[in-house]
Nanobody, 126 residues
Framework: QVQLVESGGGLVQPGGSLRLSCAAS????????TGWFRQGSGKEREFVAA????????YYADSVKGRLTISRDNAKNTVYLQMNSLKPEDTAVYYC???????????????????WGQGTQVAVSS
């Protein structure tokens, strides 16, 4: 079993930056692809970004390309989401997820992931 704990959320002004972290414990984290999803108030949870187990491949939702960057440090069992040029529409609870994703065709889908964190709130407002 893998436990995931997100941190780094908070309140930031439009155009600002945040870095989210997802710390893993209890399993072989380096074997799992990892994704970030978000859920705004009254909205469905949506894919944001994902990274392969090795860190060699990354995937992004069109709405965040060029602004958000996912990375991982397997030695620290941690995945990061660097968020720049934040917009009010980025306001949401951000969730980290990990799983043995068998194909990149499903890496953007929630059902590809076996383990989820509790989420961290990001609010973008002036």
């Amino acid at each position: 079993q893998v436990q995931l704990v997100e941190s780094g959320g908070g309140l930031v002004q439009p155009g600002g930056s945040l870095r989210l972290s997802c710390a893993a414990s209890g399993g072989t984290f380096s074997r799992y692809a990892t994704g970030w999803f978000r859920q705004g108030s009254g909205k469905e949870r949506e894919f944001v970004a994902a990274i392969s187990w090795s860190g060699g491949s990354t995937y992004y939702a069109d709405s965040v390309k060029g602004r958000l960057t996912i990375s991982r440090d397997n030695a620290k069992n941690t995945v990061y989401l660097q968020m720049n040029s934040l917009k009010p529409e980025d306001t949401a609870v951000y969730y980290c997820a990990a799983g043995s994703v068998s194909t990149t065709l499903i890496i953007r889908l929630m059902r590809a992931y076996d383990y989820w964190g509790q989420g961290t709130q990001v609010a973008v407002s002036s």
